[in-house]
């Protein structure tokens, strides 16, 4: 590892001034850094350039004397004129900290990238030599960080005397404070108002359980690329103690998961129960009841499809705190794939996601509503009897010339595409890439883009 030719560290600026001096745009940048500190932040240009005006800052409109750095803290110049020499000869004379903008060599300090959570700060920087890669990482930071968690650390802070009276184990005083400031929860409260009432009762919870109650999230982690996560699951994911995880989640995405977490395959791929719903759901309550906070991580969206409803019931009836964070469904990663809008003006008036199993025998009755819905659908579980599919829907009376669309492993980069009619479906043994699969069926599948797709046969619907 390189060795780092500065040194990070947070320089106290309150009740000092920071003088930048210049008009232009390069001292407005420098002015919205300043202005996230509560220094004095104050302006010194003949030629005001830049709009100033949206800033708490106090602008000088003349040239620049070597009194104005008075009670400086630092000093910007960003100043192409002859006042740059002068101010930079000014700030060495008295040893103020000094960036010329743009001028490495003159600097005494670079800035950071700053991702701004006060009294939280994380800083970002690259010694100045890559600001472009600095400003990459601080988004990807960002986008993890609740924007509340700043007002969360404060929330903290201000309990700090009660919890120590209240909870005698380290242990638990840490499961108390990360549970303050990752529970959204405790987030939407903030948000709302009502912060310290509901930090009060988390408290008054905590105490009561002893060690710290656990909690189930169900979490969807859409089709199986860890970009299509949402960010709150992400989130989760990151402060969970355990994933109970299906098969169908690929690993990249479990992966999003804290490093030091505890993993569990439950795997339900098609063909072998490892576990069965009943196992998952007494796993679910033994692990919260042991005060673990676990994410329950599903693919697409918890609710459809994913059997939420019967561990819901399971953490209900142990009094368990649970939580859903919704995913991206897989019809609608298939959907998005292929550009087709499931709901189309004068089209179709919407959108049944529904399963196909059942095609191949007599269990389930939804044949005659779907095959007469007149709305796209969005079938899944379906893959290894989609011929039978079609031909159930043939067979209620949905015509052989509707267009379909299968999407494999969609939501991938490995997605594969195939297009036709419920007749060359139903009709032809079609031999599909490996991975779970969507049929989308009906009128608005033909207003996608299937360019890329294998054709189910030469009838197939021509592509619009
Ligand atoms: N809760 C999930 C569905 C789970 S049921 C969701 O909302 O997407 C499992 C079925 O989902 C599979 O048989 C398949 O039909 C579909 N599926 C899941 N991931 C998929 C993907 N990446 N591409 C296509 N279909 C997928």
Not at 127 to 141: D, F, K, N, Q, S
């Amino acid at each position: 590892m390189g060795r780092l030719n500065t040194f990070p560290l947070s320089l106290k600026v309150q009740g000092r001034r920071i003088v930048i001096v210049g008009g232009g745009e390069e001292a407005l940048n420098k002015a919205r850094l300043a202005v996230k500190t509560t220094a004095q932040v104050v302006i010194v240009s003949p030629h005001l350039e830049a709009d100033f005006s949206a800033l708490p800052v106090e602008v000088l409109e003349r040239r620049f004397q070597p009194s104005d750095l008075d009670n400086a803290a630092m000093v910007f110049v960003a100043d192409h004129g002859p006042d740059a020499s002068v101010a930079q000869d000014a700030a060495r004379a008295r040893n103020i900290p000094l960036n010329v903008v743009d001028v490495p060599g003159e600097c005494d300090f670079f800035t950071p990238a700053i991702i701004d959570r006060a009294p939280l700060t994380i800083a970002i920087s690259s010694e100045g030599r890559a600001p472009v890669l600095a400003r990459l990482v601080r988004a990807r930071i960002e986008a993890v960080l609740s924007p509340r968690l700043g007002n969360l650390a404060s929330l903290a802070g201000g309990l700090r005397h009660r919890v120590e009276s209240l909870i005698q184990d380290g242990a638990a005083r840490r499961r108390f404070y990360q549970a303050l400031v990752t529970s959204p929860e405790i987030e939407r409260a903030e948000a709302a108002g009502h912060g310290h009432e509901a930090a009060e009762s988390l408290l008054a919870a905590h105490v009561e359980a002893g060690s710290g109650a656990g909690v189930v999230w169900l979490i969807g982690a859409g089709p199986g690329s860890e970009d299509l996560l949402t960010l709150r699951a992400q989130r989760l994911l990151q402060d969970a103690d355990v994933i109970v995880h299906d098969q169908l989640v690929p690993d990249v995405v479990v992966q999003m998961a804290r490093r030091d977490a505890e993993q569990i395959a439950v795997g339900k791929a098609k063909g072998h129960h490892s576990f069965s719903q009943a196992q998952i759901n007494t796993l679910l309550v033994r692990l919260a009841s042991e005060g673990k906070r676990v994410a329950r991580l599903k693919s697409g969206d918890p609710m459809v499809f994913g059997r939420a409803g019967e561990e819901i019931a399971a953490l209900r009836k142990a009094g368990i705190a649970y939580q859903v964070v919704p995913g991206v469904s897989a019809a609608l990663a298939a959907a998005a794939d292929t550009a087709t809008p499931v709901t189309l003006r004068k089209v179709s008036s919407g959108f049944i996601m529904a399963t196909a199993h059942g095609a191949e025998d007599d269990e389930l009755q939804h044949w005659a509503l779907l095959a007469g819905a007149g709305m796209t659908l969005g079938l899944y579980m379906g893959k290894s009897i989609a011929g039978e599919v079609a031909a159930r829907l043939v067979a209620h009376g949905a015509s052989e010339t509707l267009p379909v669309g299968i999407v494999v492993n969609a939501g991938r980069a490995s997605r594969t595409l195939y297009s036709g009619t419920l007749g060359a479906l139903a009709a032809n043994q079609l031999d599909f890439a490996d991975g779970p699969a969507v049929i989308l069926v009906g009128e608005a599948v033909a207003e996608g883009d299937w360019a890329e797709a294998a054709q189910m046969a030469a009838s197939s619907f021509k592509v619009a």
